[in-house]
Structures are given as structure tokens and as C-alpha cells.
């Protein structure tokens, strides 16, 4: 087992949504803190989800197992409220407890037609792309809320795109898209009214320009040689892994002071910023300032000061 730091030992979490991306680093990182993991999807050996890439949950748990860390893989689709509600139920007769709960659910990304306006979108894949992005994480709080809350202390994140700041003031692409990261934002904050009597937190956090799976092959580069990709997209080289929100919150869960998050939006940048983390390589990036101050006002690519 690697020599890390287990502040999160004991602690039980639920990442629904970790198959890959940002769910799957968030997963990696507080099993390696040592919190016990139920890891969902519905990505499996021998079964793409609608999604249709390669990934799998099972492939999140053993890169878990290197870690140090434990994940458990359990497919679930959560627009299901059957399988989410049989989910939770199991949670509580192997561990009886719910610590953590991580809404990272979404998988709308093919369903989105960027730039076309409402009335060229199709409507079926929109409201399909909403069901993901929202109806999913209602379902998941409905049910995994009655086991949060058995015990005060308990920590919800909501995993978006964009900062509140960031979204209130841009379009998102299109109408679907704009209302699927803004949404999750908006749950944070009203989780943390529902949960405040019950000493619950809760959070709306993004990452930066993610390193996910899928984006790096569409630069056609791996982890290892991301930063070729910045041939084709300059702006590239602010780009995280997506590990350091993992980290970021793993810091956060281990907080006893986390209460002071709670109904907040932050980013990976702001997590790392407070905590001290860094990213697989050592860096600590602040994409959405970046975005902001460099990327949107037209300037040169220069990640000087933001990493």
C-alpha cells in the first residue's frame, strides 16, 4: 500500500457517476484517503452505456487498488429509482453508515447540439440530456439522503461546469447544456437548506479544462503526453488532471471545519488554493481565473501565475 495519508479511514462514500472523468478521479482520491467507495455507472465489462466509451466502474476500482484505496463497483442507472433506492439499501447492511455523497451523473455530452438555438435542437435528446444532468441527481439525493443524515456531519457535492460566477454570466452553448451545469448549482445550495438541521454541508464544485479520457482523444494524446496537445489548442496548458478535484475534496471531506462551504460553488483551483493540494505533477492550476483573464479576453496562451 502506497504511504499516504488516510485522514477520510472509516468514512464511507458514494460517487455516483465515477466511471470516468472528473467521478472517477474524485473516487480514486478519497479511496486514497481512506474512505470505502461505492463507485456507480453504468458502464461495465462487456456493456457500454448509451455513452458508448470504453471505460468501465470496474476499471475505476482496481486503479483504486493501486492507490491503496478500496472502490466497489456497482452498476446502476440512476434515472432508475429501484436501483438507486437497492443501492442505498445495500450501503446500509454492509457499512450502515453514508458519509459522503458526490452527484457526478451526467453522460449528456453526446446528446448536445452546440450553438443551435432551441427550436434546431432536438427536443427529445435535450430533455433526455436534462433527465441525466438533473432528474438523476434528485432521484440519488432522495434516496441516499435518509442514510447521510443519520449521523451529523455529512458532506454532499454536486459536480458541475463552471463556477456560479462563470455561468450566471455566460451562455453555455445551448439551452440544454446552460441549464444542466447550471442546475447542479442551484441543488448544492438547496441541499444545504434541507441538510443545515442535520449537520449536513453541501457543495456545488467544478474543475477546470479537464484531462478526461475523452478529451484526450480528441487531441489524439495521452496523460502522459497531454501537453503535445497544446500544438493544436494553446489554451491547453492550463489543463488538470482529473484527480486534483478529487483531491481538492478529499480535502474538504476531511475538513471539520467543511461547514463553511456549505451552499457555496467552488472549483478545483479555489479547493487547492485553501488545502494546499496539487495535481499529479505537482501544480496547482487555477483554470477558471485563467479562463476568465486570459482565454476569454483574447490573449496569448500563458499559464504564468495560474499554475
Known amino acids: 500500500m502506497p504511504d499516504r495519508e488516510q485522514p477520510l479511514a472509516g468514512r464511507v462514500a458514494l460517487v455516483a457517476g465515477a466511471t470516468r472523468g472528473a467521478g472517477r478521479g474524485i473516487a480514486l482520491e478519497l479511496a486514497a484517503a481512506g474512505a470505502t467507495v461505492y463507485a456507480t455507472g453504468r458502464s461495465t465489462v462487456g456493456k457500454r452505456s448509451e455513452y458508448d466509451r470504453p471505460e468501465t466502474i470496474e476499471e475505476t476500482a482496481a486503479l483504486a487498488k493501486v492507490l491503496g484505496g478500496e472502490v466497489i463497483p456497482v452498476v446502476v442507472d440512476h434515472l432508475d429509482p429501484g436501483q438507486v ?3 442505498v439499501a445495500r450501503i446500509d447492511a454492509e457499512r450502515g ?3 459522503v455523497l458526490v452527484n457526478d451523473i451526467f ?3 453526446p446528446l448536445a447540439e ?3 438555438p432551441v427550436w ?3 427536443l427529445d435528446a435535450g430533455l433526455h440530456l436534462l433527465r441525466l444532468a438533473i432528474d438523476t441527481h434528485v432521484v440519488t439525493a432522495h434516496h441516499a439522503f435518509p442514510l447521510l443524515v443519520r ?3 455529512g458532506l454532499v457535492v454536486e459536480v458541475t461546469d463552471g463556477t456560479a460566477e462563470y455561468n450566471d454570466e455566460n451562455y453555455r452553448l445551448n439551452v440544454y447544456y446552460d441549464l444542466a451545469k447550471i442546475a447542479p448549482i442551484r441543488l448544492a445550495r438547496s441541499w444545504a437548506h434541507e441538510l443545515r438541521d442535520h449537520g449536513g454541508t453541501a457543495v456545488a464544485v467544478t474543475p477546470g479544462w479537464l484531462r478526461s479520457e475523452e478529451m484526450l482523444d480528441i487531441y489524439g494524446v495521452t496523460e502522459e503526453t497531454w501537453r503535445d496537445a497544446t500544438d493544436k489548442e494553446p489554451h491547453f496548458a492550463i489543463a488538470e488532471s482529473p484527480c486534483f478535484v478529487g483531491r481538492g475534496l478529499a480535502a474538504l471531506a476531511a475538513d471539520p471545519g467543511r461547514s463553511r462551504w456549505t451552499g457555496r460553488s467552488t472549483s478545483s483551483g479555489e479547493l487547492a488554493r485553501e488545502y494546499g493540494v496539487t ?3 505537482g501544480s496547482a492550476p487555477d483554470a477558471w481565473r485563467y479562463i476568465v483573464e486570459v482565454q476569454d479576453a483574447g490573449l496569448p496562451a500563458d499559464t504564468s501565475g495560474y499554475r
Open 97 to 99: 453508515r453514508l458519509d
Open 114 to 116: 452546440w450553438h443551435k
Open 279 to 281: 495535481d499529479i505533477d
Open 85 to 87: 433506492r437497492d443501492l
Open 120 to 122: 434546431e435542437h432536438s
Open 151 to 153: 449521523e451529523p456531519g
Open 107 to 109: 453522460g449528456g455530452g
